[in-house]
């Protein structure tokens, strides 16, 4: 059975990406640890088995609509703000997988500019009244 966590199954380029139901299940734990509650306390509070909680938290399990605003509630904070941090998290994570192209090695090498007089041009002002020059490569 292919692995859920990996796009592109059908490329040559398998990388892993994060599940949504993980970075929102990290999302719930960090909101539930910062206001200093415990599993039971929120699992109560929006009425769902405290193992559910727990699963949903550690991404095993997808929350339904339901489920994930009766979480927010009991934790008083809005669905669109953990929405949004999700969209943090997984941009972060997108950034960290990126791959890091050195940009100054795909370019060519800068030009040389020659001042000396040219063999093939006189060395005389031109139609502008500047001097002539080579471009070496």
């Known amino acids: 059975m292919p692995d859920p966590a ?3 199954l ?5 990388r892993p990406r994060p599940l949504l139901r993980t970075v929102l299940g990290d999302v719930l734990r960090r909101a539930r ?11 109560g509070a929006a009425k769902v088995s405290t193992p ?3 699963e949903l938290e550690r991404g095993r399990k997808e929350a339904s609509s339901e489920v994930l605003a009766a979480v927010c509630d009991a934790l008083r904070i809005e669905l ?3 929405l ?4 943090r998290d997984l941009v972060d994570a997108r950034s960290r997988r990126a791959p890091v192209v050195d940009l100054r090695s795909r370019r060519a090498p800068a030009p040389v ?4 007089p040219s063999r093939h041009a006189p060395a005389r002002p031109g139609p502008a009244g500047d ?3 080579l471009l070496a490569a």
């Not at 640890?33 to 699992?43: F, I, K, N, P, S």
């Open 33 to 43: 640890r910062e206001q200093g509650r415990t599993l039971a306390d929120v699992a």
């Open 52 to 54: 559910y909680l727990s």
């Open 113 to 116: 500019v020659d001042l000396r």
């Open 84 to 87: 949004t941090e999700v969209g």
């Open 6 to 8: 990996v796009i592109g």
């Open 131 to 133: 001097v002539r020059c």
């Open 80 to 82: 669109s703000d953990v």
């Open 10 to 14: 059908g490329s040559r380029e398998r």
